[in-house]
């Protein structure tokens, strides 16, 4: 065992390595950025992610690349300037989305549907903001089950979808919830969540094709042409 | 066949008659007799035609077609959890399902004749 984790890797799986390493830590600050608020929950956040890269960019880095079998200093700082970038990008990104900048070169446009598409979807922002005004509310039945499941799916989702297919299965669900909790009945709330959870993922698997493709290329303006299935109004008339 | 087959007793300019399932037949029925419905009760006065697991994506698909309005409940300051979202029938929904119950008349007619 110990042979097999000692043994110098590939040469291939070493770049790979190095690769994802620094991918890893730019995401990290990409997430830092963008889930700090100004707040002081989000300057630690980012803080303690800063601290924590710089830390590894000074001690921890070459060890790690020893381990990997990348031994010699040249080596090292050319994997490091040639997986820069990865680091660079996603930092660069969460501070552009912070600051609400984007590349207005047509040519860059698909890295802003990409990138900030993804980046104004990350969970936790308003799951945060809607836990809070429920709590506020006051005690009991403050936190209806759903909110995480509705941030992952805000995540995936258009706002159209959202709105239409998953909000309105979400609150119908909720408020069967509510009225079981107020009847004094937890385990029928429990039935009503589960079978709730489960006719949302019936929901989910037909609108994951959609899902995909919205998570990508939302931004863009598409002009749907009116459907053959939907008819004219002379028909109609016609009918009448 | 039965699509040609209305199309003929309609006569001209039936070629683009809506299309309208069973289940969005069923919905159409439910609220023009009984005015704004939550998805819920829509399922639970169907009785077994339209599912819990369907009904969300059926309404948002008539939405698209015009055939149905919706807007957001109106919350009290004290309320818990998402407003859940009402459903109304709107005029082009009315004027296909008067359409389509013309249509499968005359098609009855024209069928025990």
Redesign the interface.
Known sequence: MMAVLTRPLPRPARAIGAGLMNFLLGAGWMLAITWSRPSATGAILTCVVGVASLLFWAFGVEHVFARLGITSSWRVIALQLASCLLVCLPVVLAVMFRLKVTWQHPALDALNILFFNALTRTAGHTMRRERAE?KA??PG????P?FKL?EALRFVFSRR?ME?????????M?????EAMLADRPGHATWICL?GY??LM??LL??LPAGSWSLTCSPVKTHRRP??????S??????? | MANKLIEQL??????????LSPKEAAILQLLISGGEK???QIVAESEGVVG???V??T??RM?D??FVE?RTEEQA?????????LYKIAGEGT??L??WE??AHLLRAKVLT
């Not at chain 1, 002379?234 to 009448?240: F, H, I, N, T, V």
């Not at chain 2, 309609?10 to 299309?19: F, V």
């Open positions: 429920a509310r006051g039945l403050h936190c209806p759903g509705r979808t239409y297919v998953f909000d309105p299965a979400l609150a119908d909720q408020a069967e919830w509510v079978r489960w006719h019936k929901h037909a609108q459907s053959r299935r939907n008819g004219s002379e028909a109609l008339q016609a009918a009448d | 309609l006569g001209t300019g039936a070629e683009g008659l809506p299309s939550y998805g819920l819990r697991g369907t969300y994506v309404l948002s939405h077609k015009g919706s300051e004290e309320a818990t959890g998402l407003p859940r979202r004027r296909v008067r359409a013309r249509a």
